[in-house]
């Protein structure tokens, strides 16, 4: 198959990334990357445009960075805590665990460690009875009015 070399205009998944010159088939190039200015063919004003496209790229990669940085920095100071519905002895179900960190990959070099805490809705069981007088009056939700005669 013949192929030809573009210079890509904006990030392609699985080819390359913006101002990279690549080789492709020419149908690829022909029917998909050209019409939808994804690319442009390889030309000697094209190659002095490159510069100019190679710019942009670091400054945009810059710009993400850092606001990959700031957002690191902040989810870091952020603490949430979660109130879970628990059994009557007061644990969780198995599916949570005692883990509660998390690391969330916000840029291909910044990780962020996001932290927060789970904790139950309810007492258990016994601190609810300690906490709760010993004697309870029962009333009935349903009251009889008494009858006069």
């Known amino acids: 198959m013949p192929s030809t070399e573009i210079i890509l205009t904006e990030n392609v998944p699985g080819l390359g990334a913006e101002a990279d010159v690549v080789k492709v088939r020419r149908g690829y190039a022909r029917n998909y990357l050209l019409p939808r200015g994804k690319a442009y063919e390889v030309t000697p004003a094209s190659l002095r445009e490159l510069d100019n496209l190679k710019k942009k790229r670091a400054e945009r990669e810059t710009r993400e960075l850092n606001e990959?940085?700031?957002?690191?920095?902040?989810?870091?100071?952020?603490?949430?805590?979660?109130?879970?519905?628990?059994?009557?002895?007061?644990?969780?179900?198995?599916?949570?665990?005692?883990?509660?960190?998390?690391?969330?990959?916000?840029?291909?070099?910044?990780?962020?460690?996001?932290?927060?805490?789970?904790?139950?809705?309810?007492?258990?069981?016994?601190?609810?009875?300690?906490?709760?007088?010993?004697?309870?009056?029962?009333?009935?939700?349903?009251?009889?009015?008494?009858?006069?005669?």
Do not use: D, M, W, Y
């Open 68 to 149: 990959a940085e700031e957002l690191s920095h902040r989810i870091g100071k952020l603490r949430v805590t979660f109130t879970l519905e628990t059994g009557e002895t007061g644990k969780a179900f198995g599916s949570i665990t005692a883990q509660h960190e998390v690391q969330i990959k916000l840029h291909h070099n910044v990780t962020a460690q996001f932290s927060f805490q789970v904790k139950s809705a309810e007492k258990p069981k016994s601190e609810r009875a300690a906490a709760e007088p010993t004697e309870k009056k029962h009333r009935s939700f349903f009251r009889r009015k008494k009858e006069t005669k």
